[in-house]
């Protein structure tokens, strides 16, 4: 298991049981996955900038990637953009929240943006919840969860 880029509280072996999966799936199902990790907690960043306009771009980007419309400097370009909003957030938890959606756009770049997009959700449940060790491995069981769903579904 690799260990997390960013310092969080986490469910260490949840975590190596979805670094595990991670491996077997398609760029594109890890891609899917990860947007859905940032949609989950993107109301953390919209309680601070109710217009998510270029967020939601930046996912659409990803999207159009997915079933090669877009290129890989398109999909870096459009993280980019998100990592600049969080440049201007005020809140902490906000900011994690927009590092959630960058890092999740920027799977369809490089695959290893996916476990550190789910690392920045972590994070931002742990912001929310005081680190609160419950929370926390709701949200990585809900992520397995999802991953199990791509797997099975795409």
């Not at 659409?60 to 459009?78: D, F, I, P, S, Y």
């Not at 809140?91 to 960058?102: L, P, V």
Request: hydrophobic share 40%; glycine share 4%.
């Amino acid at each position: 298991m690799s260990k997390s880029k960013i310092k969080i509280i986490d469910d260490l072996s949840l975590r190596a049981e979805i670094e595990q999966k991670i491996e077997k799936m398609s760029h594109v199902q890890l891609a899917q996955w990860a947007l859905s990790l940032a949609k989950h907690v993107l109301p953390y960043l919209e309680q601070e900038l109710p217009n998510l306009e270029q967020v939601e771009q930046a996912f659409k980007v990803n999207e159009l990637w997915q079933v090669g419309q877009a290129t890989v400097h398109q999909v870096r370009q459009a993280g980019f953009q998100i990592h600049n909003i969080a440049r201007e957030c005020q809140s902490e938890i906000a900011k994690t929240a927009a590092r959630t959606a960058g890092q999740a756009v920027a799977v369809g770049h490089m695959r290893e943006h996916a476990i550190v997009a789910s690392d920045y959700a972590i994070k931002v449940i742990g912001l929310a919840s005081d680190n609160n060790m419950k929370c926390i491995t709701e949200e990585r069981t809900w992520q397995l969860i999802q991953l199990q769903n791509f797997q099975q579904d795409h």
